[in-house]
């Protein structure tokens, strides 16, 4: 294991910040065909995701079902956009807090204080995030090696109380499955699986897939 005092946690993670997957800038947005199921009920319906990042989904009437959908195709997309690190994280300082088999675990001060990630093998593995007024934890078990920076395939994710610091939603469990378009430099999200127990103790799956997809010029 290095030397704790060589650990140049910045370093380390702009690293794995920049060996994210990202879209090129001239991304101009894809359309294609959506089915939603949760359990035993299917949902089918058309959408359109615009260079803005704004989902339309036709096709279907359900409200709550459009609602979920669009925001799939909205996390998935702006976590593709191409922002410097610099203009992210230059007011943010990174700092050891543990290294172990899980990775080299760091805490943020300055900008984003409170923050927490952890990198291994130049992938962000672990993400403890202030969003909106709550905290969001990500760990990512498996990653997918696009050739071009890495994406997450399997992964939880959990809201938690920023005053008590205990979970405050259900602990969802992600398997994403991604595409690349026409051979370009696009991989596209083609299913996400959820799977969470509901109140009952009982697991309950969502499945989002996106089918039949297109470049938009």
């Known amino acids: 294991m290095e030397n704790l005092k060589e650990i140049n946690c910045k370093e380390i993670f702009r690293e794995a910040y920049e060996n994210r997957y990202t879209w090129k800038n001239e991304f101009n947005g894809y359309k294609g065909k959506c089915i939603f199921s949760k ?10 995701l615009g260079k803005d990042f704004k989902p339309h989904i ?51 001060t300055g900008k984003n204080e409170g923050d927490k990630y952890r990198v291994k093998n130049n992938y962000i593995n672990m993400v403890y995030r202030k969003i909106h007024g709550t905290i969001i934890e990500i760990f990512v078990d498996e990653f997918i090696d696009t050739e071009s920076g890495f994406l997450s395939k399997r992964y939880t994710s959990q809201q938690i109380d920023p005053n008590t610091l205990k979970p405050n939603s259900l602990n969802l469990e992600y398997k994403d499955e ?37 470049l938009l010029n």
């Open 178 to 214: 991604f595409i690349n378009i026409d051979n370009e430099d696009y991989w596209i999200l083609n299913s996400r699986t959820i799977k969470y127990l509901n109140q009952n103790q009982e697991e309950e799956i969502q499945k989002f897939v996106f089918e039949d997809i297109c």
């Open 58 to 108: 036709q096709k279907i009437d359900d409200e709550k079902i459009v609602k979920s959908i669009a925001s799939q195709l909205f996390e998935v997309c702006i976590h593709r956009v191409k922002r410097k690190f610099q203009s992210v994280h230059s007011e943010n300082n990174f700092n050891l807090v543990k290294s172990s088999e899980s990775g080299i675990e760091m805490s943020v």
């Open 39 to 48: 359990n035993s009920s299917i949902n089918e319906g058309e959408f359109v």
